[in-house]
């Protein structure tokens, strides 16, 4: 056999690797062609020169087939600023106003505050770990991407005529992260529907002032209105419940959702009616939703939601529940459930640390010492196996399985698959910063 037959051989190889995604590991051709080469006629020698081969050969399959597969998505650094600001926008938005603006007017606020002398922090710090009793077995489940293929501008012209608006969309922002589009007036004076999209996400929202009931100021003082006339919800003005579920319905099937893989919830009280469309996997609530209000004059207020359907990407491995339970303490594996599923036991009222708004740092400042709550070590004694949704870097919405744990502080929901299905990202990327911004004397 000559060289070029050995080459020849490397090329078979690399064909023949079904995991062969970038090339297999480069063969030693040199390696081969000494070998097949060998001057050596006895038949025995001939027979270990091919098996020489053959080793070769195997060696590169196994190490070709060794590579892993790529990541579904990768989870963002600031996972919970992303479900925020995909919701409800960033704090401190304005209307038409750049998330990425808004965001930095917000810090800055924050920064103010922090500068007025109060910030909230808890008085311990939690340390989970997992019950004996957890289950130690794996499993398998699904990964569903919710995503929207449909026209932003088509989709808000059925919004606006489900609302009764006849006004063309019209541009309200657009940056390298997201678009928008309104319906209505562009000073909000009356009933507008919005949507907004980005790269992996799509949301809508509607807003009406004729359905938010002002008061009339019943006591006052000098710095202003210190009672309010209170005014309940008329039961003879609110809709009923059939009206509200054909209302939901029609917009869940405007957002692109399936006709039946929802439940609406309704609630009354005394400010009136409120309403929601959840999303359902298997009989089981995720957390994607689509909201309605009513006033106490019964005029529907606000509605809002995402736009888009499940798109299933494969089903996978998961760790135990007691495996899982570690990432309790981990902000990456965070995810989260549907609301409805959460304990939320009454907790110690929160410590206020206070500065020294007068200290100035025009001279001898020294660093705060740094705050250090105590550690509590808590048991998460029982896990439920329910769907949980994560954003990606990119903003995308994925509903992956997860475990929501229970302990005597409350519920919490963190993501089962195994290692290698989704990217995590560095541990060092999103830290919290440690309260030592402050100053002393």
Same mark, same amino acid.
């Given at each position: 056999?000559?060289?070029?037959?050995?080459?020849?051989?490397?090329?078979?190889?690399?064909?023949?690797?079904?995991?062969?995604?970038?090339?297999?590991?480069?063969?030693?051709?040199?390696?081969?062609?000494?070998?097949?080469?060998?001057?050596?006629?006895?038949?025995?020698?001939?027979?270990?020169?091919?098996?020489?081969?053959?080793?070769?050969?195997?060696?590169?399959?196994?190490?070709?087939?060794?590579?892993?597969?790529?990541?579904?998505?990768?989870?963002?650094?600031?996972?919970?600023?992303?479900?925020?600001?995909?919701?409800?926008?960033?704090?401190?938005?304005?209307?038409?106003?750049?998330?990425?603006?808004?965001?930095?007017?917000?810090?800055?606020?924050?920064?103010?505050?922090?500068?007025?002398?109060?910030?909230?922090?808890?008085?311990?710090?939690?340390?989970?770990?997992?019950?004996?009793?957890?289950?130690?077995?794996?499993?398998?489940?699904?990964?569903?991407?919710?995503?929207?293929?449909?026209?932003?501008?088509?989709?808000?012209?059925?919004?606006?005529?489900?609302?009764?608006?006849?006004?063309?969309?019209?541009?309200?922002?657009?940056?390298?992260?997201?678009?928008?589009?309104?319906?209505?007036?562009?000073?909000?004076?009356?009933?507008?529907?919005?949507?907004?999209?980005?790269?992996?996400?799509?949301?809508?929202?509607?807003?009406?002032?004729?359905?938010?009931?002002?008061?009339?100021?019943?006591?006052?003082?000098?710095?202003?209105?210190?009672?309010?006339?209170?005014?309940?919800?008329?039961?003879?003005?609110?809709?009923?419940?059939?009206?509200?579920?054909?209302?939901?319905?029609?917009?869940?099937?405007?957002?692109?959702?399936?006709? /039946?893989?929802?439940?609406? *919830?309704?609630?009354? &009280?005394? #400010?009136?009616? $409120? =309403?929601? @469309?959840?999303?359902? +996997?298997?009989?089981?609530?995720?957390?994607?939703?689509?909201?309605?209000?009513?006033?106490?004059?019964?005029?529907?207020?606000?509605?809002?939601?995402?736009?888009?359907?499940?798109?299933?990407?494969?089903?996978?491995?998961?760790? /135990?529940?007691?495996?899982? *339970?570690?990432?309790? &303490?981990? #902000?990456?594996? $965070? =995810?989260? @459930?549907?609301?409805? +599923?959460?304990?939320?036991?009454?907790?110690?009222?929160?410590?206020?640390?206070?500065?020294?708004?007068?200290?100035?740092?025009?001279?001898?400042?020294?660093?705060?010492?740094?705050?250090?709550?105590?550690?509590?070590?808590?048991?998460?004694?029982?896990?439920?196996?329910?769907?949980?949704?994560?954003?990606?870097?990119?903003?995308?919405?994925?509903?992956?399985?997860?475990?929501?744990?229970?302990?005597?502080?409350?519920?919490?929901?963190?993501?089962?698959?195994?290692?290698?299905?989704?990217?995590?990202?560095?541990?060092?990327?999103?830290?919290?910063?440690?309260?030592?911004?402050?100053?002393?004397?």
């Amino acid at each position: 056999m000559k060289k070029k037959s050995a080459e020849n051989l490397e090329q078979r190889i690399k064909a023949a690797d079904p995991l062969n995604f970038g090339g297999a590991p480069e063969l030693d051709v040199n390696l081969a062609a000494r070998i097949s080469n060998s001057k050596i006629r006895r038949r025995s020698n001939s027979v270990f020169a091919m098996a020489g081969l053959a080793a070769v050969g195997l060696i590169a399959l196994s190490i070709g087939s060794s590579q892993q597969p790529k990541p579904l998505f990768s989870i963002g650094s600031s996972a919970s600023n992303s479900i925020t600001m995909a919701e409800n926008g960033a704090a401190g938005q304005q209307p038409g106003q750049p998330a990425s603006e808004a965001t930095s007017t917000a810090a800055n606020d924050a920064a103010q505050g922090f500068a007025a002398g109060k910030m909230m922090m808890p008085y311990v710090s939690y340390q989970y770990f997992g019950s004996e009793k957890l289950s130690q077995t794996g499993s398998t489940g699904s990964v569903y991407q919710f995503a929207y293929n449909g026209n932003p501008k088509s989709s808000l012209e059925d919004f606006a005529k489900f609302f009764g608006l006849t006004d063309s969309p019209e541009l309200q922002f657009s940056d390298e992260f997201s678009t928008s589009y309104l319906v209505g007036p562009k000073d909000y004076t009356s009933a507008t529907v919005s949507l907004y999209t980005s790269p992996g996400n799509t949301g809508w929202n509607f807003n009406n002032p004729d359905g938010y009931v002002q008061p009339d100021c019943i006591e006052k003082d000098e710095f202003g209105c210190t009672r309010w006339e209170e005014i309940k919800a008329d039961p003879a003005k609110m809709p009923s419940a059939e009206e509200v579920t054909k209302k939901l319905s029609t917009l869940a099937k405007i957002a692109g959702w399936g006709p /039946s893989n929802f439940k609406i *919830s309704q609630t009354r &009280n005394e #400010w009136g009616v $409120s =309403a929601a @469309a959840t999303l359902q +996997l298997d009989g089981k609530p995720i957390a994607i939703e689509i909201y309605a209000s009513w006033g106490q004059n019964g005029v529907l207020n606000y509605a809002g939601g995402q736009l888009g359907q499940l798109i299933k990407k494969g089903s996978f491995e998961t760790v /135990s529940a007691k495996e899982a *339970s570690d990432r309790a &303490n981990d #902000w990456r594996w $965070s =995810a989260s @459930a549907h609301h409805s +599923l959460y304990n939320y036991p009454e907790l110690a009222q929160p410590m206020l640390l206070k500065t020294s708004p007068e200290v100035s740092c025009e001279s001898d400042c020294q660093p705060a010492k740094e705050f250090k709550p105590e550690v509590k070590n808590v048991e998460l004694t029982s896990a439920r196996v329910t769907p949980v949704v994560v954003y990606s870097q990119t903003g995308s919405i994925w509903v992956v399985p997860g475990y929501l744990y229970e302990s005597e502080v409350g519920s919490i929901a963190v993501i089962a698959l195994i290692e290698g299905v989704i990217e995590l990202p560095k541990a060092s990327e999103a830290e919290v910063m440690p309260l030592d911004a402050g100053v002393s004397r």
